[in-house]
């Protein structure tokens, strides 16, 4: 157990150093415990290190971004976003606006996508306003990464949780007679926009409508409506007795996914008579995300077959004692703190099967109800990374962004933001999930 616990603090301290190399990081890794696995070490030979990948994940997200992509081409999000921002009277309120519009878009799109879609548009308004767009960028970034924990298609931690736990779009609305964690979501939305409201009191500004965008293909739009559509559908499919059928039953939202983004490239290239469209589609593939993600499924199931979950797991019982609400006032601040600096994919995936094994190690050895950890940990690792301008890909999304118009962006300038928005934001959530799913 000891090499493997060695190992992967090696990879994760090596993840955090060389960032642009993560993915290679953790296809090394995988190597090195498909190696020891298959040598004695511990029993995790070739073909269960393969088994251990979620293939349903990988589909599912190279899908979506595929979708995203030709939809933000299209230019509609532009133009909804102008829409949005017509009715409201100054700066202060626009500002407020995109964020939530923001936030919207993302609990159905991934988070960097959506920093991609509204950013245009809040650099625009800063632009004829004269305000520096630092604020307003960064006001956008935090509030989609708030919003990726609503749905099982928000961020790739939402669908990491939905594959582990065994839930379909819905349960994250309403699950067993109980409300779900997107309503704790959208509570912590509504009280963090009070926040930005406060930050911008002062931009009373009024908003000029300028030139509206054009909506170039109103297809891309529908076929991101249809997915969602067909997601919650896949999720009342009765799940096959075994052979391929239950195979196909484990890829369905993957399959979805992959069928309805090849289905739009295809169309889009017939319709521009050429391949441009599928090479933009492949440009915006995020391969590091699925690399990483690929590699990591192979680590963690080294670490699980060694014994190192379990250690973790012990761990957590010790310090939290038999007290649930420790218990998950732990996770839900450790993962606050953590994932302020490292990237919450592989910190959620490492931390589902601990967060498993610690529910049901609870109540001496007789166990409890997960969902309350696991929405503590999901709630917890999507907002930390909103403390700092690291710890979220759309936050670095932004920076890029506004660096590239020549803005620079200082450290105070992203706490002075994200610090109130993520502690009103983890406040809200922390308190309702813990009053609906709390033991």
């Known amino acids: 157990m000891l090499v493997a616990l060695v190992l992967f603090l090696l990879t994760y301290v090596l993840m955090l150093c060389f960032s642009q190399a993560r993915q290679f990081i953790a296809l090394g890794s995988a190597l090195i415990f498909v190696a020891l696995g298959s040598s004695g070490v511990y029993d995790m030979p070739l073909p269960a290190a393969l088994h251990a990948v979620d293939y349903n994940v990988l589909l599912m997200i190279g899908g979506t971004m595929g979708i995203v992509s030709l939809f933000i081409q299209s230019g509609m999000p532009a133009r909804l976003s102008e829409l949005l921002i017509a009715k409201v009277p100054n700066v202060q309120w626009a500002v407020a606006a995109l964020a939530l519009f923001a936030g919207f878009i993302s609990a159905f799109v991934d988070n960097v996508a959506t920093v991609l879609m509204v950013a245009p548009v809040g650099l625009e308004i800063s632009r004829k306003m004269k305000i520096s767009p630092v604020p307003v960028l960064i006001a956008i970034s935090v509030s989609s990464n708030l919003q990726g924990a609503a749905t099982l298609v928000g961020d790739t931690t939402s669908i ?3 594959n582990f736990a065994g839930m379909n779009f819905l349960n994250f609305f309403w699950m067993d007679g109980k409300p779900g964690i997107f309503w704790g979501v959208e509570l912590g939305a509504v009280v963090s926009a009070f ?8 931009e009373k500004q009024e908003v000029h409508s300028g030139i509206p965008t054009k909506v170039q293909d109103r297809f891309p739009t529908f ?5 969602v559509a067909l997601l919650i559908a896949a999720s009342f499919l009765p799940q096959p007795a075994g052979g391929w059928a239950a195979t196909l039953y484990g890829l369905r939202n993957g399959v979805i996914c992959m069928v309805l983004c090849l289905f739009g490239v295809v169309r889009a290239c017939l319709r521009a008579k050429s391949a441009a469209p599928l090479m933009h589609v492949l440009g915006e593939l995020d391969t590091d995300t699925l690399l990483l993600l690929f590699g990591l499924f192979i680590v963690i199931a080294g670490i699980q077959a060694a014994g190192v979950i379990d250690a973790i797991a012990n761990l957590f ?8 609400f420790v218990l998950y006032t732990l996770i839900v601040f ?3 703190g953590l994932s302020a600096f490292i990237d919450n994919i592989p910190y959620v995936a490492t931390m ?6 610690v529910a049901a190690m609870m109540h001496n050895g007789a166990g409890v109800a997960p969902y309350v950890f696991y929405f503590g940990l999901l709630s917890g690792a999507t907002l930390g990374g909103n403390l700092t301008p690291i710890g979220a890909s759309a936050n670095i999304a932004a920076i890029g962004i506004l660096r590239k118009h020549g803005e620079r962006v200082t450290t105070r300038d992203f706490l002075r933001i994200g610090v109130p928005f993520t502690l009103a934001a983890v406040a809200a959530g922390y308190a309702y999930i813990w009053f609906v799913w709390g033991i």
């Open 223 to 227: 076929l991101l409506l249809l997915t």
């Open 195 to 202: 926040v930005l409201l406060f930050l911008f009191r002062k």
């Open 160 to 162: 990491l949780l939905g």
């Open 352 to 357: 589902l099967p601990v967060v498993q094994s």
């Open 334 to 336: 450790a993962s606050v």
């Open 317 to 324: 019982v010790r310090v939290a004692g038999d007290n649930p």
